[in-house]
């Protein structure tokens, strides 16, 4: 079994940041791709950023391209969110090993998720 755990998520300013942490623990000896959802109030799941375990080469989607990074250190996931829209309000969800196609929802792995709030 795989635990994800997010923490980072908060209240912050539009235009501020946030940095958004995800460990992975349990049966991750060969951790295949990583990544983060969010859920916006009243709005389905998003497909946000996905990395290999290699730590390179993050995929994004369109949004958050140039704000977001996303970064990993082996079953650590790491999402530097800069200049923060209220539009990225929403419950960030860690997601591992994902299906043939990432920005699809049907993920093995969730965490429980972080709110991070933006407010104009």
């Known amino acids: 079994q795989v635990q994800l755990v997010e923490s980072g998520g908060g209240v912050v300013q539009a235009g501020g940041s946030l940095r958004l942490t995800c460990s992975a623990s349990g049966r991750t000896v060969s951790t295949p791709v990583m990544g983060w959802f969010r859920q916006a109030p009243g709005k389905e799941r998003e497909f946000v950023a996905a990395i290999g375990n290699s730590g390179t080469n993050p995929y994004y989607t369109d949004s958050v391209k140039s704000r977001f990074t996303l970064s990993r250190n082996k079953n650590t996931l790491y999402l530097q969110m800069q200049s923060l829209k209220p539009e990225d309000t929403a419950v960030y969800y860690c997601?591992?090993?994902?299906?043939?196609?990432?920005?699809?929802?049907?993920?093995?792995?969730w965490g429980k998720g972080t709110l991070v709030t933006v407010f104009s």
């Open positions: 997601v591992l090993d994902p299906p043939s196609r990432v920005y699809d929802s049907g993920w093995r792995y």
